[in-house]
């Protein structure tokens, strides 16, 4: 078992229905937030989720924010769950992401997935359909841009021509991740070589299942992914006792799997099917096994060393602790991450 | 009048300075400047350059907003070369990053080919991407159609098909209307009277070219900006020893990225266009700029990235005190002007 690497997150910007706030506000805690984790040696990275045009404001430009992010911190990395790569232009990704790896000297994670709401890809007017494809010449994209000489691409999606991006990112080597839910993803990302990041979905069986499966397709198209991480999502809290953290969390957290990702579809039944409001019994009972599922790392420090362990155990390398819930008090929030930053990850 | 440091430009100046730390030394200097007293900080954008300038006004723009409290943050993104509906939500972001201090001054495209956009004109284009970011910064939700923008996609299995024919960007920028200007040359100028927004001249135009480009661009009570090549010191004489090679060096590479034209001598290129001296003679050139043109609101770059550090600073601070006082404290004494 390797070591585990411990990143937080995930910072989305919403003003909620239920907590509505001035964004300058969300944008001012954020950096704030950031200069605290900045703090602790043991927290390795900060992470970032997008969606566009939710009611909400969810944030839509995560490498933008991200200079912010770069300029508030010395030496935290900051990643992206994912930034939806086949909703945005290649090239344009990777001239941003390369200042920013010059900004932060050095500090991005570059986490890249699909996409899935039809909503953002009409606002963009790019064909859902096509997703697949753009993500992929993307990627050949963004490694031509990272590298010495012109791009010179031309692909069904893509025509970028015999043009050198400049700056290029400060890391020789800007690790890739892939958001990967299902198995044909975990099968591109393996081919790619690219580290994942798996679903907060997942139970513990299936994040090991979903690894080995990774691994098995690396050695099928015969790719060295020694570097590669595997990393997963799950939501946390950590407090003084296990009560204390129960009654902090689980209420936020259930507000967010019903609300926020049922109105998305994002959770599934047993079946694998999308669950929306349209059958709410469905999303109550979905949302109740995710909470049974992230309940092992809510808890007394203990406790979410016993759950991190267990993470570990299935070959997951880095954990994302989701401690971002809505409105929340701050002061329990800020002391839910250093406890986390100095009573967990120390022993895990 | 008001003062701008900037714009920032970030590039390989110094082949013995690492570019990492260039951005940190950049940002350091707008938080000087806002020290002394500048109103905004800026920063630039260029694509594809062998120089290596900043690509990203948007990623800069960001970091500014974060490490300022006061000044205003200047973004120049290229216009026409992605749908303008990333620049909306980036710009956005910014603006809620920076609790409503972001000016947008859009520049225009010279990269649209390598961004692989092979449509027709320039200015069309510009005006299109105007309305959109317009929109998508207003606080309805909208749709818009053109030549270059569909929003949102028309087809019949999405939104439209549950009967939804619009799109709301969100977050909203954090202020009522996020000032726009534009940059360029006739193109901008041009723009600028159609639009009615600010015309922005870059600091490479000389003020011989200026008359046209902001002729019938002004209306009465606005700002009208300009960026100029500005480096200050005690002397006149060790202003131009300080900045001279710092500034021609930045020209070359800006040629050799084709932004300006090769020049025969420093003094030939710097004539009517750069405002390198002591306090009274950077005083006395502005006065020409806001007689002539009617400027109030001059971003001086003052930071040139080949420069020490420390030197650099040193000219911000002498800039603001010697020099933004003398336009922005009218009825200042002169027994006071005097005080060194």
Redesign the interface.
Known sequence: MGELEIGVGIWS?Q?TKAGPR???Y???EL?EDAAFCDQFSTIKTIWQTEH??????????L??????????TKRIRIGQAALLFSQ??A??VA??A???D??S??RLDLGLALGYR??E????????RIRRHRFEEGVEIVGRAFADGPVNFAGDQ????D??????P?QSDVPIWVAAVGPDPIRRAARMGASIILSDALTLEQLRHQIDLYYTCAEEYGVDVSHAKMGVLRRGWVAETDDEAYREALPSLRFLLREQLGGWRYLVDEKGEPVGFDRPRDLDAAADRLVNVHERTIGRPEKVVRGLREIAATGCTHVIFGTRFDSLPRAKYLRSLELLATEVIPNI | MRFGLGPLTMEIADPSKKQVDVYEEALEQTVTAEWWGFDSVWAGERHFTPDHFNSSASVIGAALAQRTEFVRVGVMPVLGLVNAMYLAEEVACIDNISNGRTIVAAQVPTEQEQYGWRGSGTIERMLDDIAVLRKSWGPNPFSHKSEFHTIPMENDVHIQARGIDKISVQPKPAQLEVPLWVSGSDVASQLAKEVGVPYFAPAHLPLSELHDLYADTQREGATVPLAREVFIARTTEHAHELAADAIAGLYKRMARAGLVKEWDSFEELARDRFIIGDAETCIEQLYRYQEQLGVNYVVARIAYHSMHHGETAKAVQLFGQAVVPEFRMFGLPDEIRKLA
């Open positions: 910007l003003s001035h964004f300058a969300l944008y001012k950096m566009h045009f939710w009611y909400d404001g969810y944030c839509p430009s490498l933008t924010v991200a200079g912010g992010i770069a300029a508030a945005h232009e090239l344009r001239q941003q390369a200042v920013l010059q900004l000297g050095g039809d909503n890809f009409d606002g963009f007017n790019i064909d859902r893509f025509d970028v021509p043009v050198e991006v400049t700056p290029k400060f």
